[in-house]
Nanobody, 124 residues
Framework: QVQLVESGGGLVQAGGSLRLSCSAS????????VTWYRQAPGKQRELVAA???????NYADSVKGRFTISRDNAKNTVSLQMNSLKTEDTDVYYC??????????????????WGQGTQVTVSS
């Protein structure tokens, strides 16, 4: 099972910025489409931003103009740049990705995985 590794969460004051990253473990795996979600305890998971393998993006209305999702295919990483953060952006952020893994004997398998989640806390 391919693991997604998230990084970049933390504590920031309102108006500040954070950058989250999501990458796949193992050099033989490649990430295709990636979606960032966020979820607070007791609340439904919310789509934040998504990017396709071709680079098309989609954002929740609540983050448009503030968040930017991007990918670095050379590093097999997708990032979420979060600017002008608000207290209501406080949540645990998860990345979800599908992709492919090169197996022995020329076999290619697909995967879909969740990251472990990273806490983003925005203070007033």
């Amino acid at each position: 099972q391919v693991q997604l590794v998230e990084s970049g969460g933390g504590l920031v004051q309102a108006g500040g910025s954070l950058r989250l990253s999501c990458s796949a473990s193992g050099s033989s795996s490649s990430i295709n489409a990636v979606t960032w979600y966020r979820q607070a305890p007791g609340k439904q998971r919310e789509l934040v931003a998504a990017i396709t393998s071709g680079g098309s993006t989609n954002y929740a209305d609540s983050v448009k103009g503030r968040f930017t999702i991007s990918r670095d295919n050379a590093k097999n990483t997708v990032s979420l740049q979060m600017n002008s953060l608000k207290t209501e952006d406080t949540d645990v952020y998860y990345c979800y990705a599908d992709g492919t893994t090169n197996q022995p004997m020329g076999i290619i398998t697909t995967f879909s995985s969740w990251g472990q989640g990273t806490q983003v806390t925005v203070s007033s």
